[in-house]
C-alpha cells in the first residue's frame, strides 16, 4: 500500500489517479461489451481511451521478459514514468493513439 510520506505526494496523486481511472474502465466494460463505445458519455469514452493507453504503457519493455519476447528489455526511471501517467490522465497525450504507448521506453 502506497503512504504519500514513503513515495512523495506526486507519486502517491499519480498513482491514485491511475488507479481510479482503471477501475472506471473495468466498471465501464461491460456496457461496452453491450452497447459499445458509442454510447457511453464523453467523460466515460475519455476515461476508456486513457485507461487503455495507461494498459499499453504498463508494457514497458521488461528485463525478465527478454527471454520470451526477443526484445531487450529497457530502463524507464521512476520520475520518467510518473510524468508520463500524469501526461496521460491530464490529455496532454490524447492525440497519441493507443499503440504509441506499447513496449514504451526511451
Do not use: W
Not at 25 to 41: C, F, N, T
Not at 78 to 83: M, N
Request: no cysteine; glycine share 6%; hydrophobic share 40%.
Amino acid at each position: 500500500m502506497l503512504r504519500p510520506r514513503i513515495v512523495g505526494e506526486e507519486h502517491y496523486e499519480t498513482a491514485q489517479r491511475v488507479e481510479q481511472t482503471s477501475q472506471r474502465y473495468k466498471e465501464l466494460q461491460d456496457i461496452i461489451a453491450i452497447l459499445g463505445l458509442d454510447e457511453l458519455s464523453e467523460e466515460d469514452r475519455l476515461t476508456v481511451a486513457r485507461a487503455r493507453k495507461i494498459e499499453r504503457f504498463l508494457s514497458q519493455p521488461f528485463f525478465v521478459a527478454e527471454v520470451f519476447t526477443g526484445s531487450p528489455g529497457k530502463y524507464v526511471g521512476l520520475a520518467e514514468t510518473i510524468s508520463r501517467f500524469q501526461l496521460i490522465l491530464s490529455g496532454e497525450l490524447d492525440s497519441l493513439p493507443e499503440q504509441a504507448f506499447y513496449l514504451f521506453s526511451r
